[in-house]
């Protein structure tokens, strides 16, 4: 089984506060990506990420940046956190092998700006 | 670009009634079509995937979606729910075009009463 980890399922932090979103996924997937989650807006993706050292901006990077230095690691990083930063950050993995565009998801962090 | 519409916001089912859910796409090329859940607290679980073939899918937890290329439909349902099934539900599309990437819709949130 496909397993996506991520550091931590609930997150609390100030304005202002550097704040990095830590993902593991243990498939040797080429992909890897950074949604959002807010009510009625669905996921939105924030980047993406399709080999180490590669990013690609998704529909909504401002505020955000990433970092892919090994293939099974994607880090989320907040370089100054806002309240209007709060929401739910979902990773997702997937394979370029094959024409399976399905992606794998992590648990989620809830994360809360105050 | 590609744009994904789940029209309903919310349903509530009684437990052992049939559900649809709708989801409407727009897409210029073949799409490839999903169907996630998410469980409260949860990452996303795919439930089923079209990407050629037989316009019938049948997916986990007994759902089965129909791919309606005329009316740009990819509608999610099942016969008869159970009270485990509540739970919001995701439609994304995909296409080689775009790469790996999926956009997502809003969410229909499922509530099922006993």
């Known amino acids: 089984d496909v397993k996506v980890t991520q550091s931590s399922r609930y997150l609390v932090k100030r304005t202002g506060e550097k704040v990095f979103l830590e993902c593991v996924q243990d498939?040797?997937?080429?992909?890897m990506f950074w949604y959002r989650q807010d009510p009625g807006l669905g996921l939105r993706l924030i980047y993406f990420?399709?080999?180490?050292?590669?990013?690609e901006k998704g529909d909504i990077p401002e505020g955000y940046s990433v970092s892919r230095e090994k293939k099974e690691r994607f880090s989320l990083i907040l370089e100054s956190a806002s309240t209007n930063q709060t929401s739910m950050y979902l990773c997702?993995?997937?394979?370029?092998?094959?024409?399976?565009?399905?992606?794998?998801f992590g648990p989620g962090t809830r994360l809360t700006v105050t | 670009a590609q744009s994904v519409t789940q029209p309903d916001i919310h349903i509530t089912v009684s437990e052992g009634a049939s559900l649809e859910l709708r989801c409407n796409y727009s897409?210029?090329?073949?799409?490839?079509l999903f169907w996630y859940v998410q469980s409260p607290g949860q990452g996303l679980q795919l439930l089923l995937k079209?990407?050629?073939?037989?316009?019938l899918v049948q997916g986990i937890k007994g759902f089965e979606a129909e791919f309606k290329r005329s009316q740009s439909s990819f509608n999610l349902r099942k016969p008869s729910v159970h009270w485990s099934d509540a739970a919001e539900y995701f439609c994304?599309?995909?296409?080689?075009?775009?790469?790996?990437?999926?956009?997502f819709g809003g969410g229909t949130r499922v509530l099922v009463k006993p």
């Open positions: 498939m040797d997937h080429e992909n």
């Open positions: 079209y990407f050629s073939g037989d316009t």
């Open positions: 990420s399709y080999d180490v050292k590669m990013k």
């Open positions: 997702a993995s997937s394979s370029l092998s094959g024409a399976s565009y399905e992606q794998y």
């Open positions: 994304a599309v995909g296409a080689r075009a775009a790469g790996n990437k999926l956009t």
């Open positions: 897409y210029g090329a073949t799409p490839y």
